[in-house]
């Protein structure tokens, strides 16, 4: 009897295990001092996948940088193009996906829920963002976002890469203002 439930008990934890996971999208990729971080820079912006018109790569590029710059600074960081001490970098990617999660779309839950019976809806292509924030001192990432299926490409507008950009960045933490009258462990 007690070989059956522990057989039983393992194939129980084990299917609970295998239902558990770390958050999908995840932000901080490793630990890091924060409080050691000032200045920032942009690096760039990354555009693949399908091809996007020049004036798309344009207005992504423009924006990105643009958007990240100001809610770093906002943040309490400052933009130095000359020993910063991490960077950002921006990634756009223009894929064919299926049918979208409505939980990673930019459009409210019930907007996408709407639309999702839509056959044309079915197989779109869709863009797919990822910001990445890099100490430079080291070039390990720290941060990272990824916010797959954003919007439909047909749907790129300058407002819609805004607010993506955006939440891409919600989460990251401000700047942590030093006490001078504090001493130095170093």
Same mark, same amino acid.
């Given at each position: 009897?007690?070989?059956?439930? $522990?057989?039983?008990?393992?194939?129980?934890?084990?299917?609970?295990? #295998?239902?558990?996971?770390? @958050?999908? &999208?995840?932000?901080?990729?490793?630990?890091?001092?924060?409080?050691?971080?000032?200045?920032?820079? &942009?690096?760039?912006?990354?555009?693949? #996948?399908?091809?996007?018109?020049? !004036?798309?790569? &344009?207005?992504?590029?423009?924006?990105?940088?643009?958007?990240?710059? *100001?809610?770093?600074?906002?943040? #309490? $960081?400052?933009?130095?193009?000359?020993?910063?001490?991490?960077?950002?970098?921006?990634?756009?990617?223009?894929?064919? !996906?299926?049918?979208?999660? @409505?939980?990673?779309?930019?459009? @409210?839950?019930?907007?996408?829920?709407?639309?999702?019976?839509?056959?044309?809806?079915?197989?779109?292509?869709?863009?797919?963002?990822?910001?990445?924030? &890099?100490?430079? !001192?080291? #070039?390990?990432?720290?941060?990272?976002?990824?916010?797959?299926?954003?919007?439909? *490409?047909?749907?790129?507008?300058?407002?819609?890469?805004?607010?993506?950009?955006?939440?891409?960045?919600?989460?990251? @933490?401000?700047?942590?203002?030093?006490?001078?009258?504090?001493?130095?462990?170093?």
């Amino acid at each position: 009897m007690k070989p059956a439930f $522990f057989l039983c008990s393992l194939l129980v934890i084990n299917l609970l295990t #295998g239902c558990m996971s770390t @958050p999908k &999208y995840s932000e901080f990729t490793k630990t890091i001092n924060f409080s050691s971080l000032d200045t920032f820079s &942009y690096k760039h912006t990354l555009v693949t #996948g399908m091809d996007f018109r020049k !004036s798309e790569e &344009y207005l992504l590029e423009d924006l990105s940088q643009q958007t990240i710059v *100001a809610e770093l600074a906002a943040r #309490g $960081f400052v933009e130095s193009d000359a020993d910063a001490d991490f960077f950002a970098v921006v990634k756009w990617k223009k894929s064919v !996906s299926s049918r979208v999660n @409505p939980f990673d779309h930019i459009d @409210p839950y019930n907007e996408v829920m709407a639309r999702r019976d839509d056959p044309s809806q079915m197989f779109a292509p869709r863009l797919h963002l990822t910001l990445e924030i &890099y100490e430079t !001192s080291t #070039g390990n990432m720290f941060w990272r976002k990824d916010l797959p299926n954003i919007f439909e *490409a047909i749907q790129l507008t300058e407002q819609r890469v805004a607010d993506s950009l955006r939440r891409s960045i919600e989460n990251f @933490p401000q700047h942590i203002e030093k006490d001078p009258n504090l001493p130095n462990i170093e």
